[in-house]
């Protein structure tokens, strides 16, 4: 079984993301063979400027590696090393129909948001359809908003497999159900666009500081509390063992037990849950080159998978 996913290089990984996507994408890098790369080309749509995109893609290579990909388990590839996957999106772009891409949840979202698009985010998830067929993939873990992107996914490829044969797999989306969805510091979802993360590789003063401020109401320290509404509880399941849960919650039922205490708590298991992580990217950090090798090895194995499918489809279309 092949397993692929791609994530974005945008913005710093926050512990949303760690609990929501990556930590599932550990436990699968054991199930199968998984391809994950980094996607630059997507990044590409919302014009970052090229200094920003080259550093974007560099830290989330880095800080994947740190979370625990593991590059001999993993191919593990820059999306735009292998630049067939373009080929390929023009190739599909010729069985996609307009209205397939004009019905796309994120792209009318983004409009909305007053977004001025350009052809890119149009056809984004033909390049996203590309991805995924290039290495005839099985299983693609993603988030549920991108749900429908997997549907077009597989839309296109039994239109394209209708039209020239069967060259492409029909993949699978994974949406993990059992990932709840983490809070933010406020209590909304957590998430960059509100504001309300806690980073999953910061500055301890930092990390302390934003756990200092998880927003809870304002009962009295002497007072007892409800710990089942309280997003300082609900952060703390996250990273605590089921009885130190217990332990939190019967204090705060108790009395006598403040806020400020739980935060403190909570601080210092967040920082030790992430502790060997941290030491792993400090160790990667140190040594730049053996990432770009860890890449270019992943793009050589990515590469020689593309090459099998390109020259299916070109012989299929009739390039050949
Ligand atoms: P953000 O909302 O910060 O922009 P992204 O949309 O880039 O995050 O999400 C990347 C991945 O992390 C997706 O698979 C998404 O489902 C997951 N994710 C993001 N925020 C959360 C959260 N608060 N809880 C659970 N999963 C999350
Ligand atoms: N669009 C995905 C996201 O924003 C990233 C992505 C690009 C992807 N290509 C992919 C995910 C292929 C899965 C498979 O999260």
């Not at 974007?56 to 880095?62: I, T």
Request: with cysteine.
């Amino acid at each position: 079984m092949r397993i692929l996913t791609g994530l974005q290089p945008s913005g710093i990984l926050h512990i949303g993301n760690y609990f929501g996507a990556m930590s599932q994408l550990l436990e699968l890098q054991q199930k199968g063979e998984t391809f994950l790369f980094v996607a630059d080309y997507h990044a590409m749509t919302t014009s970052p400027k090229s200094d920003d995109l080259r550093a974007n893609v560099r830290r989330l290579a880095l800080d994947l590696l740190a979370c625990g990909v593991d590059p001999d388990k993993v191919v593990f590839f820059r999306q735009s090393d292998v630049p067939a996957v373009t080929e390929l999106m023009w190739i599909l772009n010729n069985v996609t129909p307009l209205g397939l891409l004009e019905r796309a949840h994120s792209y009318k979202d983004k409009i909305a948001k007053g977004f001025s698009p350009n052809t890119g985010l149009f056809t984004y998830p033909v390049l996203m359809a590309a991805d995924i067929l290039l290495y005839q993939s099985d299983l693609v873990p993603v988030g549920k908003d991108q749900k429908q992107h997997l549907e077009i996914t597989r839309d296109l490829a039994i239109r394209f497999n209708n039209e020239y044969g069967d060259v492409f797999t029909i993949p699978e989306g994974y949406i993990a159900s059992s990932v709840a969805v983490v809070p933010g510091i406020d209590g909304q979802k957590m998430s960059k666009s509100y504001n309300n993360t806690i980073p999953l590789f910061g500055k301890e003063k930092e990390i302390r500081k934003i756990v200092m401020n998880v927003v809870t109401d304002c009962t009295p320290l002497e007072d007892p509390k409800d710990p089942e509404n309280c997003n300082v509880v609900a952060l703390y399941k996250l990273v605590a063992t089921p009885d130190e849960v217990e332990e939190m919650k019967a204090a705060y039922r108790a009395g006598n037990y403040g806020y400020g205490h739980a935060k403190q708590a909570l601080f210092a298991k967040l920082w030790e849950y992430f502790e060997p992580m941290r030491e792993r990217r400090a160790k990667w950090e140190a040594d730049p080159d053996a990432i770009e090798d860890v890449l270019r090895e992943g793009a050589r194995r990515a590469g020689e998978e593309a090459a099998k499918t390109m020259d299916k489809v070109r012989r299929a279309v009739g390039l050949r």
